[in-house]
C-alpha cells in the first residue's frame, strides 16, 4: 500500500518546533522530508534540553522523524548552487526564519519560482504584516497575543499559559493545511504559490470561541460563566467550559495532583447523575432540574458532585459516568499517558529505536488515513544522508568529498 504523499519532495529549512511539526506530518504521510542544517550543528533542539550527554535530545527526536539530513552552508558560493538544484528538485519549501533570512541568503520569493515554477514556498512567522510584522516570537509569545492567555487561568489569578504548544504545534498544523491545498491547486493550475501562517493567526483561530463571547459580553453578562463580575472583556473562568453545557474538575480519591476528573452536566444527564450522587430527589425539584435553574448555581452542583467523587478514585468514576452516559474525563498525567496501554495500542504512543540514544518513546501521528498507514521511524543524525541525496542530485562520491573538505557540507 503506498502513502497519501508518497512522490512529494519536500526541502525542510526548519529549526526548533514549529516547523519541524509541520514538516514531520508531512513525511510521516509518506513525502520525503530532507532536512537541510548547518554544518556542525545543525538544527539548535539537537543540544537544546539534553538527558544524554553528546546525543541528540529528545527535543529533536520527537519532531523530526522519518526525515533525512544533510548539511550545507549557505553563505558558500558552492553551498548556493547546491541549494539551487535542491530547489529545482522538489515540490515544497518550508522554512520558519525570521522575516527576510532567506531572502539575505540571495533566495527571494521571485528568484526562487525562476528556480522552480512548480515550488510551494511555506513559511511560519510569528505575526502578519503590519505594526508586529518583525517582532520575535515563541510559543507563550504567541499565546500571549493570540488570545489565550489572557482568557487561561482563574478569576482572581495571572495570566496563563497552556502546556499545549498552540502557538509553535498549533501553527504547524494550520501550515500542514495550508501546503495540503497548495498541491491540490497546483493539479489544475500547474504553478506553486507562497504559503504563510502567523503563529499570531493560528493561536486566534484556536480561541475563537473567546472571541464570540467577547461579542456577546455587549448583550450582558455570560451566563455559562462563573464569574461573579463582568467588565469589558472576557475574563479568566477557570475549568468552566464556557459553552452550552458546563463542565468542571471535580477531586477524586487519594487527593493526589492530577486526581481529578471533569464531568459536564447535559440536560439528560442530570437525572441519572443525581441518583448516582444519592440526591435523586433533586431530579424533579423545580429549583434545579433545568439548565436555566441550575445556571445561577453551578458551583453548587458541582460541590455536590465533588463529596461523591471525593470518596472515589478517578478511574472508579470514569466507568460509573460513562456506564451512565455522562460525559466525562480522568485527568491524565504526563506519566499516565506515556504508560497508557490503549494509546500504545492505538499508536498514539510509539516508542522508536535510535541508534545513539536507545529506545525513546513519541507521539505518534494524529491523522489516521485507511490507505496511508504511518510507521514512524527515527530522526536522522546529522548529514547522514549527505551522500545519499547530492547522489540523487547528480553529484558523484569525488563531487561530496570535496564539498565536505572545502566546508561546504
Known sequence: MGKALEGVRVLDMTHVQSGPSSTQILAWLGADVVKLETPGRGDITRGQLRDLPGVDSLYFTMLNSNKRSITLNMKSEQGKEVFTKLVSSVDVLVENFGPGVVDRFGFSWDRLREINERLIYASIKGFGPGRYANFKAYEVIAQAMGGSMSTTGFEQGPPTATGAQIGDSGTGIHLVAAILAALYQRTSTGRGQRVQVAMQDAVLNLCRVKLRDQQRLAHGPLG?????????????????????????????????PNDYIYVIVQPVGWTPLTELIGRPELADDPDWATPEARLSKLDKVFAMVEEWTEQRTK??????????????GPILSTKELIEDETLAELGSVVEVPHPERGAFKTVGCPLKLSDSPVDVERSPLLGEHNTEVLGELGYSAADVEQLRAAGVI
Open 224 to 256: 455559562e460563566y462563573p464569574n461573579e463580575r463582568f467588565e469589558d472583556e472576557v475574563p479568566r473562568s477557570g475549568n468552566a467550559s464556557g459553552g452550552g453545557q458546563p463542565g468542571w474538575a471535580v477531586r477524586c480519591a487519594p487527593g493526589g
Open 315 to 328: 478511574w472508579e468514576v470514569m466507568e460509573l459516568l460513562n456506564a451512565r452516559n455522562i460525559p466525562c
